[in-house]
């Protein structure tokens, strides 16, 4: 009779894990793309200058609702909202409890106001607790597009409130919901594979046992017959083989080689430093939350080569009325009582032979602070998201397209740069900005 050759339970074992390795591995690829994350430039909730631009004259109502909205979310939204009392009283209803001719003057210098005896003026200082409102320096036309967004916001908070949350209202992130769903696909699919391999291991390691039960009961089986039904895996001998030692050593050898390499290649970088602050201060709360305006406690981003820290003068405006006994609040009036600055542990450093200018990136370019900081409206805790490497950068200047539209300073500029590289786009790197001289000198 032809030999009977059976496949033994380590080699099924061995198949089984191999293959379980492969699908873990795809499912584990699939995962990563399907929640893959980054912040486009644009793609996020910025911080846009306190200065925005009112609408050109016979813009319309809706420009003027839209141009005031962005002023009020960058210099009101902090203390003030539309149908509800926060640090200041609620606006609604404004146009009919004071003219625009009084407004005004309020919002250019309230203290003046006051100062003039002007009894509505009085009477809102002392309501709440003479906390004086800042100067603003806007025009009439900005002011006015302000009331105009007021106006047309009254009464929606307490509506959406009843109606209970909709598709606009609902807080949502970028691709959450289907980014949610593929995941949980993907998990379900890896279990039922799983499943399905571990019933056929079992079941093809009970047929075997089967088979060779029947075999051994029958007589007419030769040597080698025998010699296969009752062999036996020699780990022992596995264990000893010299190929098996030499794939071993070598694995180890890239093992150590690849870290070493990694380790000496991140000599100096701080990607992900998370320090403890002395305050526990929620970028989540105020800027996710409360969308409160990066450039309102950041007051020179747009403007200065820096982004300044904050001083307790700027947390006071919202905290000498809101959470007065917070135990992290009373840190900020103990720093002001003994006047002290608070000391904040910077997180993003560059070196000192490295130059970068704010306002250059932010007010120039126009890019928004997750560009590079991350999403710091999601984080408790701000730590450090990108690498800030020189190669980092050189990158973003290569990628990055310059908006040369209705600016004549790039006219000839690129028509230079058309000539010579016809199709490709005008970046920060087309105009010298991988030149060592632009940030070492």
């Not at 300044?308 to 917070?326: F, G, L, V, Y």
């Not at 560059?350 to 890019?367: E, I, R």
Request: with cysteine; charged share 15%; glycine share 8%.
């Amino acid at each position: 009779m032809n030999s009977i050759r059976l496949r033994s339970l380590p080699h099924l074992l061995l198949a089984f894990v191999l293959t379980f390795a492969g699908i873990q591995q795809a499912s584990a690829q699939a995962a990563a793309d399907v929640k893959k994350e980054g912040v486009a430039p644009g793609g996020a909730a910025a911080a846009t200058p306190a200065t925005a631009a009112a609408p050109a004259a016979g813009g319309g109502d809706a420009a003027a609702v839209a141009a005031g909205d962005a002023l009020f979310k960058g210099n009101c939204a902090q203390c003030h909202a539309v149908n509800e009392q926060v640090v200041g009283p609620a606006l609604a209803g404004i146009t009919k409890r004071r003219p625009i001719s009084w407004i005004l003057p309020w919002v250019k210098n309230s203290s003046k106001v006051v100062a003039s005896g002007d009894d509505y003026a009085v009477a809102l200082f002392n309501k709440f607790n003479k906390q004086q409102m800042p100067s603003f320096a806007l025009s009439d036309k900005e002011i006015t597009s302000i009331v105009a967004y007021v106006t047309s916001e009254e009464g929606k908070g307490s509506q959406q409130a009843k109606a209970g949350p909709t598709a606009e209202n609902q807080p949502t992130t970028a691709g959450g919901a289907d980014e949610a769903g593929a995941g949980k696909y993907v998990d379900i699919l890896l279990i039922v594979l799983v499943v399905v391999l571990i019933v056929l291991v079992v079941t093809l390691v009970i047929i075997g046992n089967l088979m060779k039960d029947v075999l051994r009961g029958r007589k007419d089986l030769d040597g080698r017959d025998v010699e296969i039904l009752e062999q036996r895996f020699d780990w022992g001998k596995f264990y000893r083989s010299p190929v098996l030692r030499g794939i071993v050593g070598v694995v180890f050898a890239l093992v150590l080689l690849y870290e070493g390499v990694q380790s000496v290649m991140a000599v100096g970088l701080t990607q992900g430093y998370q320090p403890t602050q002395p305050i526990a201060f929620s970028h989540k709360l105020h800027a996710g939350e409360h969308q409160i305006n990066c450039a309102y406690c950041h007051t020179s981003v747009y403007k200065s080569k820096s982004a300044n820290i904050p001083s307790a003068n700027i947390c006071m405006n919202c905290h000498s009325q809101i959470k007065t006994e917070s135990p992290e609040i009373k840190k900020i009036y103990r720093a002001i009582e003994r006047k002290q600055p608070i000391q904040w542990v910077r997180i993003h450093n560059l070196p000192d032979l490295a130059y970068f200018n704010h306002s250059q990136h932010t007010q120039v370019a126009g890019l928004q602070c997750q560009t590079c900081h991350g999403p710091i409206q999601n984080m408790e805790v701000v730590y450090q998201y990108s690498a800030l490497t020189m190669g980092w950068c050189i990158n973003c200047h290569r990628e990055m397209p310059i908006n040369s539209k209705d600016n004549k300073y790039y006219d000839n500029l690129v028509k230079l740069h058309d000539s010579k590289n016809a199709g490709a786009p005008f970046t920060v790197s087309s105009n010298g900005g991988t030149e060592c001289s632009k940030c070492h000198y």
